[in-house]
């Protein structure tokens, strides 16, 4: 132990373990390391598990604290610390818990009862977690506490976990993020530490030390950070260092290091570069070098896939090279002698091993020679590669995608040709191009929309990118980041098949959102803003660059006053052609002033949802007024959610109805209209300069009050042919005066939606007597009204020939079994009904027979039936089978549960086609 603490006191890289950065993010708080591992008044067992990324310091501060335990002289303390690193031990076989402590502290085989006795005062560090390679989940179905039993090493390392084997011990664990839900099986209680690695002072401080001069120092900090994923991999010291080294002797030649910094794969491309000896004058590249770097190319890949990281001599040998052909790469520090397992090698860094893994993808086989075909065997293709199967199971394939679309630049691709004397196919392009084009890439969430740009980013080839977003029509794009914004900006200028893009933008991209800084801190943050909203400014220039780009929808997003300014001057621009926008839930309450303002006189702009801060900004209604009165508004859809305070500019607001000639749907959804504001609104609505079509008043705490004046706006208004009123209080009263309005042959209302507005049996007969009437009414949804036998009354309006509705909702209805029978006769005489929805209700067998036989005696009308249905039964079966026979077009879903409250939402055969008023 003394000897290995010796060793380790010099061994921290450039002192770095003392700026490592952590922080406890579950099942304690801050803590000191000795008084809270090693008093005597601490006797609750403790696993502490150090997780973050790779090569942000877990091994280093693990290795610090374990010197600061061995060396400690407290009263009552023992000196007895293990290191057992995975990365080394997964290459061991079988053997006894007695003898894989011996191999660390000789004395431990022959002190196992004493080393069992005293285990309170031991400390065991389990380094690498993420490196045993075992099935999930395997580990804690095998369970060993016998010290003399062989069992292989991940065994041993469970039992240890389990407790099984020192259960008094104190446990500190590293790992990688993706291997926390398989140690969260084994320990108990842990505490969890994230080690952050390098912070941006941190850096800073890094970059001040590698360089003399203070100046070029700041220049190159300034290049990494530019660069927001270089940046963000710089919480790795490891990766400092890389760009130090590479920086270094550019910024002494007076180069700009910009475009080194660009992508993480143009840094590491000039540090691999960097490893090739200068040729000599006139003779190019080491004859041996295009070998070596297939040799370790190979050997990256090899390990990404198999998810190791530690080589020997033996896997060198399987690739037809010796240590002699790899010592430019040893010389550079791209490998490197493992520090923990004598005659092993190991890559800098995971990131350079990642790299590597890529560059196999592209360097010309004819060079590999037989072994390295026959290694390459377990190295997946690119289709593999980039697969969300495979990236799920193993993380590290994500970073070798971005460093493969990065190589496929062809100008890389020329200097790795200059550099090394080695062929780079290009024929991989092709390869990205079909996965990416094709219906390979998944892009069915924001997540892979992401993935997606940071891929092609990382090309930085505009052809590329342009061929990729060739075929893609629709982007929804979560920006999370500053990097997510520099990404997408390089990508969308180059999608001109683009035509509808969804935004969402996190809290802490602007300025405006991240509340008081401390002075110190304004500065800085100041030109991160600036870096930020010139990044904003350069995706929001689709919308004007753009001639296809015709939906926009921001939603859920933290914008701050100078991006909302910036996304209006490209909306108000000439070339932009938006038609559709949707502006929802988004920050500052402001921002929809400023985007009304925008959209005034937008010609083309024909629907416009507005939802979220409307409900407490009086002025933005009373801009949204002037702009449906302004002479160039062509819009014909609006939709205003949760307007509280609308009653008060509702005047101002009919007034615009009457104006507008434009308008035919208007959804005031969730609005506090309420029974006076609704008799305001009619009056508007009866205007004969008023073309609404379309006029949805759900949950707007409407009673049986207004229904009169909705009732006498009907007849007048022969325009208006769609009506929602769900989820208002109107009752059996309510429905009463809506049909007398209903049943005047002057009403061309075709679809009205009384979905959970309180309406019963009594109210079913009136609505029976309007509909035997010879009514227009096509769609009538009473859903989630507790009609009960109710439906008695409207099966006998289905059955007059003078009834023409088409689709009825009866979804949650509450109706009883001896319905059926009803039901089924007036199936059987009607010939309009085309979708109808018996959801929630409960059939029984008895129910689903009888009306199954009614469907299918003779063809029907019918095209869509939804009821709750058992289809395990052998007899469903057997009547799904023979009604689908007999009524072939019929589709019959039998999942009971219901998403939305107004039948017309729920029914997907509304579309523009319809004349109804869909936008998303």
Known sequence: MEKFCSIWKHTFWDGVGDDLHYKIIEGGQKFTWLSSFKTSSQRRLLTVVLQGAAGVGKTTLAKKWMLDWAQDHLPETLHSAFYLSCKELGRQGACTFAELLARKCPD?????????????????????????????????????????????????????????????????????????????????????????????????????????????????????????????????????????????????????????????????????????????????????????????????????????????????????????????????????????????????????????????????????????????????????????????????????????????NQERARELEATFGCRVSLDVRQELLRVTCARDWPLSSRADTRELMRCLYESQEEALVREALAPVTELALHLQSERDLVQAAFCLRHGQALRRLSLQVEKGIFLENDGVWEPGMWAERSQQDHHALCRWTELCSVLSSNKNLTFLEVSQSFLSHSSVRILCEQITRVTCNLQKVVIKNVSPVHAYRDFCLALVGKKTLTHLILEGSVHCDSMLLLLLCEALKHRRCNLQYLRLGSCSDFTQQLNDFSLALEVNQSLQSLDLTASELGDEGVKLLCGSLRHPNCFLQWLSLENCHLTEVCCKELAS???????????????????????????????????????????????????????????????????????????????????????????????????????????????ASALASNQRLEVLDLGQNSLGQSGITVLFEALKQRPSPLKRLRLRADESSAQTQKLLKEVRDSNPKLNIDCKAARAASSFYCEFPFFTPQDNFPVIC
């Open 108 to 408: 431990a085989q022959e002190a196992g009862p004493q080393v069992l006795a005293q285990g309170q005062k031991i400390l065991v560090v389990i380094d690498g977690f993420d490196e045993l390679r075992v099935p999930s989940g395997s580990l804690i179905h095998d369970i060993c506490g016998d010290w003399k039993k062989p069992k292989p090493v991940p065994v041993l390392l469970g039992s240890l976990l389990k407790r099984k084997l020192l259960p008094k011990a104190t446990l500190l664990v590293t790992t990688r993020p993706e291997a926390l839900g398989e140690l969260r099986l084994l320990v108990d209680q842990p505490l969890f530490i994230e080690v952050e690695g390098f912070l941006e002072a941190d850096r800073r401080g890094y970059f001040l030390k590698h360089f003399e001069q203070q100046d070029q120092a700041l220049r190159a900090f300034q290049g990494m950070k530019g660069s927001p994923a270089l940046f963000h991999m710089g919480a790795a010291p490891a990766v400092c260092w890389v760009v130090c080294t590479c920086l270094k002797g550019q910024l002494e030649k007076g180069e700009d290091p910009a475009p080194t910094c660009r992508t993480p794969t143009s840094l590491f491309l000039r540090f691999l570069c960097g490893q090739c000896p200068p040729p000599t004058p006139g003779c190019g590249p080491a004859p041996r070098l295009p070998t070596a770097l297939h040799a370790l190319s190979l050997l990256a890949a090899r390990g990404v896939w198999a998810q190791t990281s530690l080589f020997d001599g033996e896997d060198l040998g399987q690739l037809g090279v010796s240590e002699s052909d790899l010592r430019p790469f040893l010389d550079g520090k791209a490998l490197q002698a493992d520090a923990d397992c004598e005659g092993c090698y190991a890559f800098l860094h995971l990131s350079v091993q990642q790299f590597l893994a890529a560059l196999f993808y592209l360097l010309d086989g004819a060079g590999r020679g037989d072994a390295g075909g026959c290694c390459a065997q377990d190295i997946g293709d690119v289709r593999a590669l980039l697969s969300k199967e495979e990236r799920l199971r193993n993380p590290s394939l994500t970073r070798v995608g971005y460093f493969l679309f990065g190589l496929a």
């Open 713 to 823: 706006t009907l007849i007048v208004n022969q325009r208006l042919t769609h009506l929602c009123l769900a989820r208002n209080n109107l009752g059996d009263g309510g429905v009463r005066l809506l049909c007398e309005g209903l049943s005047y042959p002057e009403c061309q209302l075709q679809t009205l939606v009384l979905c959970q507005c309180s309406i019963t049996r009594r109210g079913c007969k009136h609505i029976s007597d309007f509909l035997q009437g010879d009514s227009s009414l096509t769609l009538l949804d009473l859903s989630l009204n507790p009609i009960a036998t109710g439906l008695w009354f409207l099966c006998e309006a289905l059955k007059k020939p003078g009834c023409n509705l088409k689709c009825l909702g009866l979804c949650g209805c509450s109706l009883p079994s001896f319905c059926w029978q009803d039901l």
